[in-house]
């Protein structure tokens, strides 16, 4: 399990690091590897149209013509890339194999591994090496996952030996502070609150100067969702990071952007949209546990290049992991056995 | 991100001058572009295929009307099968039965359920005077159960007792005895988020159904769902049977393709949609506006209607009054910033007029909404009862009074001042009102359900000369026109101000909607 924590979270190795950890090799250990995988490809299997579905058909021709390409770029299509990522992709698959003979296995591999080359750039664990208190604000729509997000990842700290703050600066949404009580008292980290209705940003700067005062090692603040065409609301999360920046000029030092594995086209206007008002330094994507492939994402990494940390794979406590491009690349191919 | 149908058809028509009937040559070219929009709106890959094999079926052959351009005829001919395949008009909840009678809410985590469940029976509970009770069954998510118990309190609508260790089950079983012990109406059941394909909890969803029998199962669903719109419709259908779907968040930017893909899997009428975070955020489904979105074409309905239920009647006939009189003061151009803030500001308006995504982008730099509006009411909030009735006395010193008092620059200060003249000077050639929103809201106020539908006929002729020339230059030059960063940039809509007491410069004769921005390739 630490080897996932330590890709995750990757730290300073010589500052504070357990000999424990330090002994854990880089990558995810192949077995929760698959675990992931086996998770996704269930999904995929349960589905009833699924890309396994899709990529078989593809399989059993010989050419790389028309149609075999019209089918990758369905599959594509499917998985939510969007159309402009597709098309590129397919194009790039074709080049110079075009017409050619290609066996079955190849045609998967290929794919899976232009949608890898996309992802690999921004398959980066989230560094909270060197501040401390180290401050992560985390933004979305609402129901994307954020609160549960913050559970999982306080809870992976908790673990890692840190000092835990939670900030319930969602005041708005019906019980959301009691929610994030909840995933205090699962983890063990301690909730700085106000009652609902309090102004965010003021909670957001008390917070911030308690976790200093506590010496906390980090601070996770929760915000509550908003829909990104939302100028009021995006102004008032600018007016949060600015109100951080009063206490400490760099924070926060991570705004971490969770974004639903569901959700189509209108991602890439969500990353946009916080990049430019919240500065996003990463992304998580929630909800890859059913069948949706999250495809967005590929897109979303080709413009904007933002990296992703992790995946949700779960409502509960450890169903969080670590980014992988190519297990995610695999799994929009219809791979992963 | 987006080009609009319509630009892209006439990028393809524009080669094509014979006239007369479809040609299948013309229809399959058109066809490939339908395909790219509906994708890239998020219709699932297979429905696209259905839909655009019935667009086919309707086009190739069909005669082009006469004063009506290739395009716009494919336009309409798919708009026409989008509404089609959509469904009917305002499909009721079914709440025909002996009461209490038990509505299920289901869907995947975080898609609105607990949220549309307290806004269902807040409104009929308020609307339809049912006594409605409410019932979490959702034992899994922290604090899900409470944040019911809250909704409840806010809308005024009961929520069965919370009791530690009840299953969902227990809890449905208690909820229809409460109900039928306190003679309530309506009874609402919650449900924990779970996915599609996760058997156990849909079976728990399925005993919770054969306990309650409900009258209405509703599938609560998000508006900005992909591809996987198919999948989860289809297998909550299969596996627990929706009676009708629910599309949350259609206050967000997204396209709403799910809305088409949902319905075609399952059949299932969608009933409502959720239009914000709020307790009065929901609205009846219209076909034609999720259509128009589809499209790319905006949502003019929802903005007409939007405007009629935001805008204050009385206080918009009152400053039409006063504009015929010629005697707009800066007071009552103050009510109408107000009036225009309530209406989502202006990028929120400009999001649900047809053709104006790619302006609505360049302006979403320029923070209209919360920057120049509230600035502006502040200006005039900060000046004496006399300056306001007569601006002209506003001098030198009077300015940095002003500008001091709200935080403002005196540069700011006269922008406002000469918008102000723009306006009332439109106001006194207005008279009468002419064009749509004249007829509509000229002295009436609000449009009735005849006036919408001649206004949407009016919309569909679309005329590229209506636009307005800020907007034209906007649109061809991709600049901001003078002072659009940030100031007045608010009354250049229109070259017009009809009696629509609550839009500053929104019109102009006739007022044909915003035809897609500019021609561009
Ligand atoms: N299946 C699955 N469900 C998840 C995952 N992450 C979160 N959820 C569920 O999604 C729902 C919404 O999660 P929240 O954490 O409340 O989302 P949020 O972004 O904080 O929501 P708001 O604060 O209301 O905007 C809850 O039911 C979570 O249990 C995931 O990775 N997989
Ligand atoms: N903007 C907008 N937000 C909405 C709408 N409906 C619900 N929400 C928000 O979406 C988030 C999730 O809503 P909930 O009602 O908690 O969703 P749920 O389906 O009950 O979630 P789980 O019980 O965790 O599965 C909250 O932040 C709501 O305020 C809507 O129509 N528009
Ligand atoms: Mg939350
Ligand atoms: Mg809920």
Redesign the pocket.
Known sequence: MSGFLKSLFRRNRDVEESPQAAAMPEAIAPEERRGWLGRLTQGLAKSSKSLTGSITTILTKRKLDQTTLGELEDALIAADLGLATTERIIKAISAGRYDREIAPEDVRKVLSEEIAKVLKPVEVPLDFRGQKPFVVLVVG???SGKTTTIGKLGAIAQREGLKVMFAACDTF?AA?IDQLQVWSERTGARLVSRPPGADSAGLAFDALTEARAEQADILFIDT??R?QN?AGLMAELDKIVRVLKKVDANAPHAVLLVLDATTGQNAMAQAEAFAKTAGVTGIIMTKLDGTARGGILVAIAERFKIPVHAVGIGEQIEDLQPFDAEAFAEAIAGGGG | MFESLQERLSGIFDKLTGRGALSEADVDAALREVRRALLEADVALDVVKGFTEKVRQKAVGAQIVKSVTPGQMVVKLVHDVLVETLGSDGVGLNLRASPPVPILMV???????????AKIAKRLQERDKRRVLMASL?TR?PA?QE?LAVLGRQAGVETLPIIAGHTPVEIAKRAMSEARKGGFDVVML?T??RLHIDEELLAEAASVRDIARPNETLL?ADSLTGQDAVNLARNFDEKIGITGIVL?????DGRGGAALSMRAVTGKPIKL?????KLD?LEDFHPQRIAGRILGMGDVVSLVEKAAQTIDADKAKKIAERMKKGSFDLEDLAEQLRQLQKLGGMSGMMGLLPGMGKIKKQLDGVDLDNGVLKRQMAIISSMTPAEKRNPKVMNASRKKRVAAGSGTKVEEINRLLKMHLQMADMMKQMGRGKGMFGKMFGGKGVPDAAELEKMQAELAALDPNALPPELREMAAGGTLPEGAKPAPALPGLGSRLPSLGGLPGLGGQPFRGFPPAGKKR
């Open positions: 729509v609402n129901g949404r959301a509550a969702g829909l939302k | 869907g995947l985590q975080g898609s609105g359920k607990t949220t549309t469940t959702d998510r899900a944040q919650d924990a988020g609560v949350t968040r259609i206050d967000g949609l959720g239009t914000g975070e955020g």
